[in-house]
T-cell receptor, first 111, second 115 residues
Framework: QKEVEQDPGPLSVPEGAIVSLNCTYS??????FMWYRQYSRKGPELLMY????GNKEDGRFTAQVDKSSKYISLFIRDSQPSDSATYLC???????????FGSGTRLQVQP | EAEVAQSPRYKITEKSQAVAFWCDPI?????LYWYRQILGQGPELLVQ????????DSQLPKDRFSAERLKGVDSTLKIQPAELGDSAMYLC?????????????FGPGTRLTVT
């Protein structure tokens, strides 16, 4: 079983929609999670990170961790065409300082 | 704003040839990572450096791949000989070593095509 799993999509939504991107993780001891955005043919860009459970908000983006179901989510409000990208979730092993990524979900926001 | 630099951005090579990629991390970042990203997949760690020392190279195919960070600053990843299956994006990332700080910052990547 992979440490972090994502639905690859693609996910297509109209402009202004609320987007929900989700990942599951394998080990209930995992606590530190990161979300990256990757535009086509570019390097990943750090969006947000969360520690333990609960929500973290940054502008239109909210990251959520549900430890009971081993589920992490990224919500995007008022989605824009510029949000069209691949979104990668990852688990950070803080002891080894090693990041393990999911396979990424491709999002397309239609104008 | 400080960025991770990589070169070249694109590389086309024939199989059995040697190829090298270069990375310059953000100034002051002691930890440097090389990842390989196959199209449609997430990045996978190849090698991790702490200063000039290799911390983790368990996923590096050592029969053909090598990596070095001689002075603990910039780094080179080499493939010799290249195989068709090596076609991928090679990403470099760096991180500040500080209590409670784990964010990794990525460069633009080098897209390798092996023909």
């Amino acid at each position: 079983q992979k440490e972090v799993e994502q639905d690859p999509g693609p996910l297509s939504v109209p402009e202004g929609a609320i987007v929900s991107l989700n990942c599951t993780y394998s080990n209930s001891a995992f606590q530190y999670f990161m979300w990256y955005r990757q535009y086509s043919r570019k390097g990943p860009e750090l969006l947000m990170y969360t520690y333990s459970s609960g929500n973290k908000e940054d502008g239109r983006f909210t990251a959520q961790v549900d430890k009971s179901s081993k589920y992490i989510s990224l919500f995007i409000r008022d989605s824009q065409p510029s949000d069209s990208a691949t979104y990668l979730c990852g688990h950070m092993d803080t002891g080894r300082r090693a990041l393990t990524f999911g396979s990424g979900t491709r999002l397309q926001v239609q104008p | 704003e400080a960025e991770v630099a990589q070169s070249p951005r694109y590389k086309i090579t024939e199989k059995s040839q040697a190829v090298a990629f270069w990375c310059d991390p953000i100034s002051g970042h002691a930890t440097l990572y090389w990842y390989r990203q196959i199209l449609g997949q997430g990045p996978e760690l190849l090698v991790q450096f702490q200063d000039e020392s290799v911390v983790d190279d368990s996923q590096l195919p050592k029969d053909r791949f090598s990596a070095e960070r001689l002075k603990g600053v910039d780094s080179t990843l080499k493939i010799q000989p290249a195989e068709l299956g090596d076609s991928a994006m090679y990403l470099c990332a760096s991180s500040l070593v500080s209590q409670g700080t784990y964010e990794q910052y990525f460069g633009p990547g080098t897209r390798l095509t092996v023909t």
